[in-house]
T-cell receptor, first 111, second 113 residues
Framework: GQQVMQIPQYQHVQEGEDFTTYCNSS?????IQWYKQRPGGHPVFLIQ?????EVKKQKRLTFQFGEAKKNSSLHITATQTTDVGTYFC???????????FGKGTSLLVTP | DAGVIQSPRHEVTEMGQEVTLRCKPI?????LFWYRQTMMRGLELLIY????????DSGMPEDRFSAKMPNASFSTLKIQPSEPRDSAVYFC???????????FGEGSRLTVL
């Protein structure tokens, strides 16, 4: 079955440093979504990427979808303590299938 | 607007007891998903419904787990009998479509002693 691998598992940065998490799928995806889960909270939708090579930005966050639609990345510029949490990518194979979540990257930001 | 509503938020029970988790999706959403989250296995899809019909239940661990969606505004996940390894946070999520963004409830934290 389809698998979504995400690295790194953990990342500890100083406030102001950049952060990147990578996501790879074993199969071509219809779309990829990113979610953020704060400690003790529930996953919250950040963005969906659909097109090959697509790049989207949300303030300090930049999301990319690979040309082959099998990989994606999330880059945070100049991290802040409010960025703390676990970032999940979730790949969608297409209609008839549910989102398949990666294991997530837990980000810790120290002031 | 009300989000996805789950109950109970916390449940502590003893091995062998029946557990029922409940979910009310966002009105107008026609897809509903049950996920289980543990440290070891991350977020696992258990089952999902589209227009109240189960589409994929391949993630349901075994016969002890069952899920129903009798109407568009209510779903249950039942575990009978429960075991300690079922301890996890169970999330319900709903979506406008099978491929759209998911709106998660706050989860039900289950502890089986």
């Amino acid at each position: 079955g389809q698998q979504v691998m995400q690295i790194p598992q953990y990342q500890h940065v100083q406030e102001g440093e950049d952060f990147t998490t990578y996501c790879n799928s074993s199969t071509t995806l219809s779309n990829i979504q990113w979610y953020k889960q704060r400690p003790g909270g529930h996953p919250v939708f950040l963005i969906q990427l659909v097109k090959s090579g697509e790049v989207k930005k949300q303030k300090r966050l930049t999301f990319q979808f690979g040309e082959a639609k099998k990989n994606s990345s999330l880059h945070i510029t100049a991290t802040q303590t409010t960025d703390v949490g676990t970032y999940f990518c979730a790949g969608h194979p297409g209609s008839g299938y549910a989102l398949n979540f990666g294991k997530g990257t837990s980000l810790l930001v120290t002031p | 607007d009300a989000g996805v509503i789950q109950s109970p938020r916390h449940e502590v029970t003893e091995m062998g007891q029946e557990v029922t988790l409940r979910c009310k999706p966002i009105s107008g959403h026609n897809s509903l998903f049950w996920y289980r989250q543990t440290m070891m296995r991350g977020l696992e899809l258990l089952i999902y419904f589209n227009n109240n019909v189960p589409i994929d239940d391949s993630g349901m661990p075994e016969d002890r787990f069952s899920a129903k969606m009798p109407n568009a505004s209510f779903s249950t996940l039942k575990i009978q009998p429960s075991e300690p390894r079922d301890s996890a946070v169970y999330f319900c999520a709903s979506s406008y479509s099978e491929t759209g963004e998911l709106f998660f409830g706050e989860g039900s934290r289950l502890t089986v002693l």
